[in-house]
């Protein structure tokens, strides 16, 4: 986030702040209480007994009209009263009022309803808004300059948990029963959160493990090709965690008395794992839309040049079903541009040989092209790239060699799960390139995602560790406040 937008955002979290602070000053300083006594009794009957030993409060108004007692207060100084309505010394009601800084008054609990406190889950949704507002716009600025970038993934994970967030806010805003019972509903969440999603994930983990065993089954046993499988174990035991801790405290402190640490700090664990877990659901929940966009993009119509990012070819020197649908595709895009342009484009095959490769990858594409009918002078080779990387630094080098090459516009061909990792490494090296992506077998998406999941966590740590630490300074700062105002 640049500089200009992070001082917007502070000056507009200062002038929300001040704006709910005036609101208030203005009024939560007095607080009006309604009793419904009964149409048949007069005032003479009703008696009023205020029980405040530090002079907090001053009963500033009282009226009966139509059996209805109406009592406004107003805030002195800082402390606690009690008011109880009695009728012919029969008791009507009963209620605790607290006076705050700035003599702000509660009802009921310390952080109760006050005059004007709205305003608090009214300004906070403000504010959210805002940043959500700016997240996006960023995304969409960065995701027209180039999609191919890690900082996508990332601004589309935060776009997602803040849209949530939001969400959230605002049912509370609806419902709102005080910041008090609004925090409390907000941890307890979380419990729900686990209710529902437990189950989720635990079939999710199951399909995600099959579909990992195929995949070492038929492309090796490598740590990379278990990412799903390691990945799901950690989300599970993630959301199995506050359980766990909730049964050893249950064994060690009391967790049931509201006045004691116990069940706070129980509350505390479990608001904190399900925000991390949540907030990395929301980032993973990106990379999968974001791979998927990339995979079904197609590059506008207005292309030079078309790579063809080369893997293993068979024994015999023909390409195997995978390096054919990347061929493929490739050819179909051309055909697509040659129809709705007229412009042609040079394919170039790209690729080494391999030790146990009888012809380089790029040869073998280029074999298969000329097969199918393309002529010989409509493709140009690159046969030295030994991974995905050098495919792109080889044959962007040997593009801008040719006349006009410094200024082409360049696709790639690849398979539809490579596509998203493929622009990554090209952008990285400074290429701005558009891709395209073949069909494969579902097994090898599963844990494309989560690979790419992981690099963007590892690439954005600076943004991610930061995000989640806050997550654990609120959570920790709502259970402290829900702890301190029942000890009242």
């Not at 009023?48 to 108004?61: A, H, K, M, N, V």
């Not at 189950?199 to 038929?218: D, E, G, H, Q, Y």
Request: include cysteine.
């Amino acid at each position: 986030m640049k500089k200009k937008a992070i001082i917007f955002y502070i000056i507009l979290a200062a002038a929300l702040a001040a704006v709910t602070l005036a609101v208030c000053v203005t009024f939560g300083r007095t607080n009006t209480m309604q009793v419904h006594i009964g149409p048949d009794i007069s005032d003479d009957e009703v008696n009023i007994i205020l029980e405040d030993d530090t002079g907090s409060l001053e009963l500033t108004d009282r009226r009966l009209e139509d059996g209805v007692l109406s009592l406004t207060v107003r805030g002195v100084r800082q402390g606690r009263a009690f008011v109880s309505v009695q009728v012919s010394g029969d008791s009507r009601h009963y209620d605790v009022l607290y006076v705050h800084p700035f003599d702000i008054i509660t009802r009921g609990y310390y952080f109760g309803r006050f005059n004007g406190d709205p305003v608090v889950p009214a300004c906070a949704a403000v504010f959210l808004a805002a940043l959500l507002a700016g997240m996006i716009v960023k995304y969409r600025r960065d995701m027209l300059r180039n999609m191919y970038q890690y900082r996508n993934i990332r601004d589309m994970g935060l776009i997602l948990f803040l849209a949530v967030v939001l969400l959230g806010q605002v049912r509370q805003l609806i419902n709102y029963q005080g910041l008090g019972a609004t925090m409390q509903s907000a941890m307890s969440a979380s419990s729900m959160a686990a209710f529902f999603l437990l189950p989720v994930s635990f079939i999710a983990s199951a399909v995600v493990t099959v579909s990992n065993i195929i995949l070492m089954k038929r492309e090796g046993r490598t740590w990379r090709n278990m990412l799903g499988c390691i990945i799901g174990v950690l989300y599970c035991f993630g959301m199995l965690l506050p359980r766990i801790v909730s049964v050893i405290l249950e064994h060690t402190i009391d967790i049931h008395n509201e006045q004691a640490p116990g069940p706070y700090i129980d509350m505390a664990v479990e608001g904190i794992v399900f925000s991390i877990v949540f907030y990395l659901v929301c980032v993973l929940a990106a990379t999968i839309i974001l791979g998927v966009k990339s995979a079904r993009h197609i590059p506008k119509f207005d292309k030079d040049y078309i790579l063809i990012l080369g893997c293993k070819v068979r024994r015999d020197g023909t390409l195997t079903p995978l390096l054919r649908g990347r061929a493929d595709r490739a050819v179909e895009f051309a055909r697509m541009q040659k129809e709705a342009t007229g412009k042609p484009l040079i394919f170039v095959p790209s690729g080494g040989k391999g030790s146990d490769e009888t012809v380089s990858e790029a040869e073998a594409i280029r074999n298969y092209l000329v097969g199918i009918g393309i002529p010989e002078e409509e493709i140009m080779m690159e046969d030295r790239s030994t991974n995905t990387y050098d495919n792109f630094g080889n044959s962007m080098a040997l593009i801008r060699e040719r006349e006009g090459g410094e200024d082409a516009r360049v696709a790639f061909s690849t398979t539809n799960y490579h596509v998203m990792r493929s622009g990554l490494y090209a952008t990285k090296q400074g290429f701005l390139v558009e891709g395209i992506g073949s069909r494969t077998k579902s097994y090898f998406w599963i844990n494309a995602f989560f690979r790419e999941f992981i690099a963007t966590l590892q690439v954005h740590k600076r943004t991610h560790i930061p995000v989640m630490i806050v997550l654990v300074l609120m959570t920790l700062a709502a259970t402290f406040t829900i702890y301190w105002s029942n000890q009242f």
